[in-house]
T-cell receptor
Framework: AQSVAQPEDQVNVAEGNPLTVKCTYSVSGNPYLFWYVQYPNRGLQFLLKYITGDNLVKGSYGFEAEFNKSQTSFHLKKPSALVSDSALYFCAVRPRNNNDMRFGAGTRLTVKP | GAVVSQHPSRVICKSGTSVKIECRSLDFQATTMFWYRQFPKQSLMLMATSNEGSKATYEQGVEKDKFLINHASLTLSTLTVTSAHPEDSSFYIC????????????FGPGTRLTVL
């Protein structure tokens, strides 16, 4: 069975500092990997995805994620956090042979001024 | 491009009534649409997957007769919560994929259902 783990319920960083939101997965084969962000009472917004190729993926709003096959991780990063980055972040995985996307439990990021 | 809308954004109903939520892909044809349920401070739980013109595939534990899904066209899917009860109160989110490639799902803004 496929699963996605976001080990941290909450991440707090100061504005201007780098941020990392962790994600590990357990899916057979080489899945597609995604990060989404959710603001209060809103749907999810796509940030970035990993399909193949370069392990460092750049996405929206200055976010990037690093795919590590040996550690089955796909951590989300940003070099300098903004207060407006405060939101709920979801990691998701999807097998290559179907549309069955599974989400992690979410990590609430709080960036303090 | 790739905008998904949901209507209504918020609905309050009495226990025992049925509520219909619409999900539309506004500027693309959606090969597949998904319905999720999200409880407060929790992740999204996939309820069902639907393809246009065919029956929805429900996840284990989701009652088909309770949550009726109709995917009438390539741009519209509806979720009807039948005989709603307070425990059905939740945030319902739909999403759609544009084609069969490795593309992201495009999410609607969600519908907040409150059953009194």
């Amino acid at each position: 069975a496929q699963s996605v783990a976001q080990p941290e319920d909450q991440v707090n960083v100061a504005e201007g500092n780098p941020l990392t939101v962790k994600c590990t997965y357990s899916v057979s084969g080489n899945p597609y990997l995604f990060w989404y962000v959710q603001y209060p009472n809103r749907g999810l917004q796509f940030l970035l995805k990993y399909i193949t190729g370069d392990n460092l993926v750049k996405g929206s709003y200055g976010f990037e994620a690093e795919f590590n096959k040996s550690q089955t991780s796909f951590h989300l990063k940003k070099p300098s956090a903004l207060v407006s980055d405060s939101a709920l972040y979801f990691c998701a995985v999807r097998p290559r042979n179907n549309n069955d996307m599974r989400f992690g439990a979410g990590t609430r990021l709080t960036v303090k001024p | 491009g790739a905008v998904v809308s949901q209507h209504p954004s918020r609905v309050i109903c009495k226990s025992g009534t049925s509520v219909k939520i619409e999900c539309r892909s506004l500027d693309f044809q959606a090969t597949t649409m998904f319905w999720y349920r999200q409880f407060p401070k929790q992740s999204l739980m996939l309820m069902a997957t639907s393809n246009e013109g065919s029956k929805a595939t429900y996840e284990q534990g989701v009652e088909k007769d309770k949550f009726l899904i109709n995917h009438a066209s390539l741009t519209l899917s509806t979720l009807t919560v039948t005989s709603a009860h307070p425990e059905d109160s939740s945030f319902y989110i739909c999403s759609a994929t544009r084609d069969r490639g490795p593309n992201e799902q495009f999410f609607g803004p969600g519908t907040r259902l409150t059953v009194l």
